[in-house]
């Protein structure tokens, strides 16, 4: 009696794992289905918020103003050398004038 007893639970144990692999293979084919559903939908990138782009319209002003006054600061520094070599020239002439 016990051995009929192991096999009818068994049966039902083997019935139990066939509901429940029937319960996830619906479950995969729903997923499927979505995942599929969401790659044919067109991409589109989200747009930055207001706080991102105030920081990047702080930061493009902030590079152009540096941009302005390094080319200031080196148009000052050519200046300055054209100024230096300048009075070079005048000094040497009256050096050799002088000697």
Known sequence: MDHRHDIKDALREV???GREL??????VERLRTQVT???AEPKQPAP???????????AHRLATETATAMDRLLQDEVLLWQAVDRIDATLGKRVEGVA
């Open 15 to 17: 019935q139990a794992v």
């Open 22 to 27: 029937a319960t996830l293979r619906r479950e």
């Open 37 to 39: 559903a969401l790659a």
């Open 48 to 58: 930055p918020d207001s706080a991102r782009r105030a920081k990047w319209d702080e």
